[in-house]
């Protein structure tokens, strides 16, 4: 039985877990959580993942949550293709950068976080945009300049195929790209890997605008 994913198109921890599935050639079946409608708080989704947030993925018996411990399982049910490198320094690595990323930048910028800053803090618009720019780049500028001096980059993040690190990086630069109007010209290693990156089907038909629930103008 095909694997159920709980997704949005804009999630970028539900991307992961889609270039993770598509990498590895698995086949699920996706049921989206709206979360601009608040779909993540509805009693039937909170008894399938109580912190009210997507992914969650659905594999048998075993039901799965948090991106990054999706990615572990999935490379340990699936070794191939690997999408860690071989090495524990190496593996280390990659999933480091994965969470330069994924835990320093996207935990404070996920939207029960931009509600806390309007609702309860009060902060306006622009405030807002700027407390997302700032913890955006900084995760950024360190990726660029671990990326720019480690001897261990390649094609990719690490190496010469795709890791963790690059499953991260992509969805982390798909909104950058969205935040700076297409120009990312100022992380040119992070713009060298992403443009390879989504070269591959499993970055690209994964990507939030190709998602069948996409609404870009939905705020
Ligand atoms: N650390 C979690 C993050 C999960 C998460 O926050 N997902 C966001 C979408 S990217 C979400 O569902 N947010 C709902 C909300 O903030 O209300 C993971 O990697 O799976």
Redesign the pocket.
């Known amino acids: 039985m095909a694997m159920q994913l709980y997704t949005?198109w804009r999630?970028?921890?539900?991307y992961?877990v889609r270039i993770a599935l598509h990498l590895k050639g698995l086949e699920y079946e996706r049921h989206t959580i709206n979360?601009l409608k608040g779909e993540?708080f509805s009693d039937s989704y909170r008894k399938i993942n109580p912190e009210?947030?997507?992914?969650t993925l659905i594999d048998g018996d075993t039901k799965l949550?948090?991106?990054?411990a999706i990615l572990e399982y999935l490379e340990e049910t699936h070794p191939n293709p690997p999408i860690l490198p071989t090495g524990a320094a190496d593996r280390a690595h990659a999933r480091a950068l994965g969470q330069i990323v994924?835990m320093e930048a996207?935990?404070l910028l996920?939207?029960?976080?931009r509600k806390y800053l309007e609702q309860v803090l009060g902060l306006d618009e622009e405030t807002r945009m700027n407390w997302i720019r700032h913890w955006n780049d900084t995760a950024s500028a360190a990726l660029e300049a671990v990326l720019a001096s480690d001897p261990r980059t390649g094609k990719f993040c690490v190496g010469d195929s795709p890791t963790v690190a690059d499953i991260c990086m992509v969805p982390h630069i798909s909104s950058t790209i969205v935040l700076y109007n297409n120009d990312i010209s100022r992380y040119p290693t992070i713009q060298r890997i992403y443009e390879t990156c989504m070269a591959l089907d499993a970055f690209s038909v994964t990507h939030p605008l190709k998602q069948p629930d996409a609404a870009p103008g939905e705020h």
């Open positions: 949005f999630s970028q921890a539900a992961r979360l993540q009210s947030v997507v992914p949550v948090q991106s990054l994924a996207h935990t996920v939207p029960r976080i």
